[in-house]
């Protein structure tokens, strides 16, 4: 019962973490983009371009990392290499 917990522990903290991690690389690249006449609009507009740009990155690649994620955590649990998924030693 504590393998399967910390199998979906695992399984929501890849996909979570690839999500946040994709979506703020995407942003910062739509964002750096932006070419405005003073500090204050460039932030805005690069605020919004990328908001927009991480959203279309969750929009364009949620259900790859979703079942990359699903595979990683199922794989490294029945392997035991994911802190908290190891076996118990046979006495």
Do not use: H, N
């Not at 070419?35 to 959203?55: D, H, K, N, T």
């Amino acid at each position: 019962m504590k393998r399967l917990f910390f199998c979906v522990v695992w399984f929501v903290v890849f996909w979570f973490g690839s999500l946040l991690l994709g979506g703020m690389i995407a942003g910062a690249i739509a964002g750096s983009r932006v070419q405005a006449s003073s500090i204050s609009q460039g932030y805005a507009q690069g605020e919004v371009a990328g908001q927009a740009a991480g959203a279309a990155f969750g929009e364009k690649y949620g259900g790859i990392l979703l079942i990359a994620s699903l595979a990683l955590s199922v794989g490294g649990t029945v392997a035991g290499v994911l802190p908290g998924t190891r076996k118990k030693a046979a006495d």
